[in-house]
């Protein structure tokens, strides 16, 4: 038994593009270096601890096809993201930065969402939701990038479906601290609450409420 039946620990976009100096360019766009340098050891601790306590995880990946069709819709893309990633030629399916990062490659049983389109792990034709459900999990524990793209859009999603959404601070990264900080200042505790990576690691340790 899980040592929290109902949560799972939801990393976004933990590939090459973000993580890796080399193959990644959204890796220099960050201004605020430190922020992504605690986002990779915090997610390290929270990613340990799920597995040790048999907490699920789920990974999000983003991995379009070439030109991104995924990204159109019933209008054409010429604004936000959906312009701008077809332009960029970022998070196309066989490049390098679409890899796992070698330090949050998926575990066997891990879960990896496919089909998704868009900021929210929720978007397009996402089965994050149906793979939730399957396992039984309310509470999501979100971790990624960017704190203030994919990881908001995520979090504002899972509360308006019904979820009970904590962002993993530390776990996550924009590319800036007034960024970041906005994020958590003015946003978070509109849908969810806020938690960090050796918080989480402790809850897991303690036993749960009696009913």
């Known amino acids: ?4 039946p109902n949560a799972a620990l939801v990393l976004i976009e933990f590939q090459r593009e973000w993580l890796d100096p080399s193959h990644g360019r ?3 766009l960050v201004e605020d270096r430190d922020l992504l340098d605690t986002a990779v050891r915090g997610a390290a601790v929270a990613l340990a601890a799920a597995r040790e306590h048999g907490v699920p995880v789920v990974h999000v990946p ?3 096809t070439p030109g991104a069709p995924e990204l159109e819709s019933w209008t054409p893309a010429v604004l936000g ?3 701008a990633i077809p332009k960029a030629g970022t998070w196309i399916e066989g490049s390098a930065g679409v890899e796992f990062a070698e330090d949050f490659r998926p575990a ?3 879960q990896v969402v496919r089909g998704r389109a868009g900021a929210s792990a929720f978007a397009g034709s996402s089965d994050l939701d149906l793979i939730l459900r399957r396992l039984g999990v309310t509470d999501l524990y979100l971790a990624g990038f ?3 793209v994919c990881v908001e859009s995520t979090l504002r999603e899972a509360h308006d479906r019904g979820y009970t959404a904590h962002v993993v601070h530390d776990a996550c990264a924009a590319f800036t601290r007034a960024q970041q900080d906005h994020v958590r200042e003015h946003v ?5 609450d806020e938690t960090d990576a050796a918080a989480f690691a402790a809850s ?3 036993p749960l409420p009696a009913h």
Request: aromatic letters at 4%; glycine letters at 8%; proline letters at 7%.
């Open 26 to 28: 959204l890796h220099h």
């Open 81 to 83: 993201l959906r312009a």
């Open 204 to 206: 897991l340790e303690a």
């Open 1 to 4: 038994m899980p040592a929290r």
């Open 62 to 64: 983003l991995v379009l």
């Open 146 to 148: 960017a704190t203030h």
């Open 108 to 110: 066997p049983g891990e």
């Open 188 to 192: 978070i505790h509109h849908f969810g």
